[in-house]
């Protein structure tokens, strides 16, 4: 029977799988970074104080000075096709293009900024996805990271007259294919290096003590990865925190205060991993390997090493097959 000519189109059905990370601004200048940081810092997942103590401080304080200082760390980092998160996560995404069979369309998306979840979500719709897995890659969870990235995916959905089936992944900071990836990846890196490094420190981004004690799991899973790559590696990793921001307790020790303080133990040869970046990106370029390597110099610190993040490698992507293609279980195959 032909359907009557206002019937949608129903397109083939398809899968979709949708990467998503934090967000970066559109370029390296400060108006662009106003703009990423004003829609980052208003989202009430990351920042957990009542709006209307929060917004006269980030409109009148935080916005108008801020975004010239982090303009010069993102420029400092960028690269020719954008920012390294942005970039690095399109090449994950192209890298598994594909690696699900033919029926699976591989985007990715940023939380803030462009390419915006929404715009991608509807767009995967638009291109059959009958089903929808959202990956947030952040193996350790977090309601600033992990929550609002399903929220905005859910929102987005709530938009719909005819809705995708929705799956997110899971966070897989305790996964045995991700603890194996940082091992293999870590080694490789420790193997390349011209010096031997007296400790690794393993640096996660830091988060407000509070959210700790309101019940956020991420401080767990980021001292359990820790654990299982130290037992994997069969070595000793010094777990810390980076990122304060802000005049709230954050989580501690403080990767910066660590690293201002080894040298004075008699440890001045060091290496740095960062397990819960899936992409290298201002906050492991910048942070870490430009302004930690001055800190432990400083200090007295000789060699410093910042190894890079699981990325695009094969090892990384191969990880991010494993964990994928089991979300995925009854709606593709993996090829
Ligand atoms: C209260 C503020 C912040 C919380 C809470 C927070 C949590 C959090 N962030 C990441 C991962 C990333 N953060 C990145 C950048 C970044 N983070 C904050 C603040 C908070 N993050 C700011 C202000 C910025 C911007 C950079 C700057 O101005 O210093 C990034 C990198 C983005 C990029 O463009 O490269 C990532 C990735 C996690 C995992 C997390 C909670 C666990
Ligand atoms: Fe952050
Ligand atoms: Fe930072």
Redesign the pocket.
Known sequence: MTPPGDHPTIPTRKVGLLLV?????DAAEAGAVRRY?AE??SDPR??EIPRFVWKPILHGIILRT?PAK?AH??KQVWREDG???AAITREQAAALQGAFGPDVIVDYAMRYGRPALGDRLRALKAAGCERILIAPL?P?Y?A??TATANDAAFAALAQMRWQPALRTLPPYHDDPAYIDALKTSVEASLAALDFEPQAILASF?G??QRTLELGDP?HCHCQKTARLLSEALGRELTITFQ?R??RAKWLEPATDTVLAGLPAKGITRIALVAP??SAD???TLEELSIRGRETFVAAGGTDFAALPCLNASHVGVAMLKKILARELAGWADAA
């Open positions: 990370n934090l967000g970066t601004p940081l980052f810092l990351v920042i801020r982090s760390a993102y920012s390294p998160l952040y350790q977090c600033a990271t981004h988060m407000p991420y990122s921001f802000g819960g970046f990106c201002v906050e």
